[in-house]
């Protein structure tokens, strides 16, 4: 497994954008797909992007494709995830999550196919 602990979250107008950032502690980070979730206030938690070890695929949920962008640098441990046009329905307590291996994008959005997940950082979109 791998330690994640993100960043970069806090209050933005609605248009703005935000940068999170997940580090990630263990040697073998390179080895792990890394994932992003969320989950806004009385809701179930839900998948907003993944991308894998290498960084050349990745797989996006519809309501975030074209805005969000996920990317890692292996060298530094690190997954991010730019969030552009933010909207108020963005809102919500973001999570980093890690899994070993790439698969299918139905595998790939579902939550109990992470092994790691870290402490989750809040945004909020203000209207």
């Known amino acids: 497994q791998v330690q994640l602990v993100e960043s970069g979250g806090g209050l933005v107008q609605a248009g703005g954008s935000l940068r999170l950032s997940c580090a990630a502690s263990?040697?073998?980070?390179?080895?792990?797909?890394m994932g992003w979730f969320r989950q806004a206030p009385g809701k179930e938690r839900e998948f907003v992007a993944v991308?894998?070890?290498?960084?050349?695929?990745?797989y996006y949920a519809d309501s975030v494709k074209g805005r969000f962008t996920i990317s890692r640098d292996n060298g530094k441990n690190a997954v991010y995830l730019q969030m552009d046009s933010l909207k108020p329905e963005d809102t919500a307590v973001y999570y980093c999550a890690a899994r070993r291996g790439w698969s299918s994008y139905y595998r790939c959005s579902r939550d109990d196919e992470y092994d790691s997940w870290g402490q989750g950082t809040q945004v909020t979109v203000s209207s």
């Open positions: 263990g040697r073998t980070f390179s080895t792990y797909a």
């Open positions: 991308i894998s070890w290498t960084g050349g695929s990745t």
